[in-house]
């Protein structure tokens, strides 16, 4: 299993620019989260969906959307990017049933934006 | 979700024990002991997580009080490969294959050293 994959690994772009992050998972799971985190933060999560056809808003979703295509595939959209938004960018998924049930992470997206 | 208070940072020798205190006073009956670890630019991996009996897995062990106030993570015999940033994280409920939000503080980050 590959677990947790994000497209592309880098990226750059400059204000005002459009781009879409992919992100897919091949465990199964229901839930799928977009992450992002700030140079010394910790990571604040954007978007999240608890299932196929479902999102909900996380701590900090202005100036991003979500669309989850599939049970395996959840991405984010910046359709105006900013400066304020370079920052790495993590996906991640859950499902396992029972007490665990810990959320799996990708790799990462690292953006810049100028 | 109850705030979490760790250290900002931590040194180990290889070889022994490192022991990573979270403070969590505001904890509810319902809410788990959560331990992330992110390893320099990757995502964050799941170590382990408890309600109020200490637990043990291959990674890791963790000590909770009994008033469960604070806890602390273990790594019984620490290896150059443990140098991350450590994430405390209090939750509610963890079984169910549901879908929750993480919330990350800035961590603790230990630099086991030769």
């Known amino acids: 299993n590959a677990g947790v994959t994000q497209t592309p690994k880098f990226q750059v772009l400059k204000t005002g620019q459009s781009m879409t992050l992919q992100c897919a998972q091949d465990?199964?799971?229901?839930?799928m989260y977009w992450y992002r985190q700030d140079p010394g933060m910790g990571l604040r999560l954007i978007y999240y969906?608890?299932?196929?056809?479902?999102?909900d808003k996380g701590e900090v979703p202005n100036g991003y959307n979500v669309s989850r295509l599939n049970k395996r595939e959840f991405s984010l959209r910046l359709e105006s990017a900013a400066p304020s938004q370079t920052s790495v960018y993590f996906c991640?998924?859950?499902?396992?049933?029972?007490?665990?049930?810990?959320?799996?992470f990708g790799p990462g997206t690292r953006l810049t934006v100028l | 979700d109850a705030k979490t208070t760790q250290p900002p940072s931590m040194d180990c020798a290889e070889g022994r024990a490192a022991n990573l205190p979270c403070n969590h006073s505001?904890?509810?009956?319902?809410?788990?002991v959560y331990w992330y670890r992110q390893i320099h630019s990757q995502g964050p991996q799941y170590i382990i997580h408890g309600l109020k009996n200490n637990e043990t897995n291959e990674m890791a062990s963790l000590i909770i009080t009994e008033d469960r106030k604070s806890s602390t993570l273990i790594l019984p015999h620490a290896t150059l490969r443990d140098t991350a940033v450590y994430y405390c994280?209090?939750?509610?409920?963890?079984?169910?294959?549901?879908?929750?939000?993480?919330?990350f503080g800035k961590g603790t980050k230990l630099s086991v050293i030769p």
């Open positions: 994280i209090v939750r509610v409920g963890a079984s169910g294959a549901g879908s929750y939000q993480l919330t």
């Open positions: 991640a998924s859950s499902g396992r049933g029972g007490l665990r049930n810990e959320q799996f």
């Open positions: 969906s608890a299932s196929e056809g479902t999102t």
């Open positions: 465990m199964n799971h229901n839930s």
């Open positions: 505001t904890i509810s009956g319902n809410e788990y």
